[in-house]
């Protein structure tokens, strides 16, 4: 069982930025937690859970076409620790953002069983 949190969420104006964190506080046996890849999900009010941002063990980054080049997802391995620097912020970027990790994870895959959920942190972006 892989256990996660995430940290960072708020209220900020459009044009605003935040940082996500998310650590990674227990991996499964036998898994180095610098084995896992990691990613990023959000699901904004009364709509579907979506893919963000994830980042490959070998630090492969790939993103969703709402985030490019306004989120840049990156992980500090030393503190087993995943982030998201969101700039720009927009008001359909309000949501509950979510970090999944496993040994894979995919931006497009949103509602996949990966070993490890964060409970989330909500990100409110006013216009």
């Known amino acids: 069982q892989v256990q996660l949190r995430e940290s960072g969420g708020g209220s900020v104006q459009a044009g605003g930025s935040l940082r996500l964190s998310c650590t990674l506080s227990?991996?499964?046996?036998?898994?180095?937690?610098?084995?896992?890849?990691m990613g990023w999900f959000r699901q904004p009010p009364g709509k579907e859970r979506e893919g963000v941002a994830a980042i490959s063990s070998s630090g492969s980054t790939s993103y969703a076409d709402s985030a490019k080049g306004r989120f840049t997802i990156s992980k500090d391995n030393a503190k087993n620790t995943l982030y998201l620097q969101m700039n720009n912020l927009q008001p359909e970027d309000t949501a509950m953002y979510y970090c999944a990790a496993d040994v894979v994870v995919l931006v497009d895959a949103p509602t996949y069983g990966y070993q490890g959920w964060g409970q989330g942190t909500q990100v409110t972006v006013s216009s």
């Open positions: 227990k991996a499964t046996i036998g898994i180095p937690a610098t084995e896992y890849s």
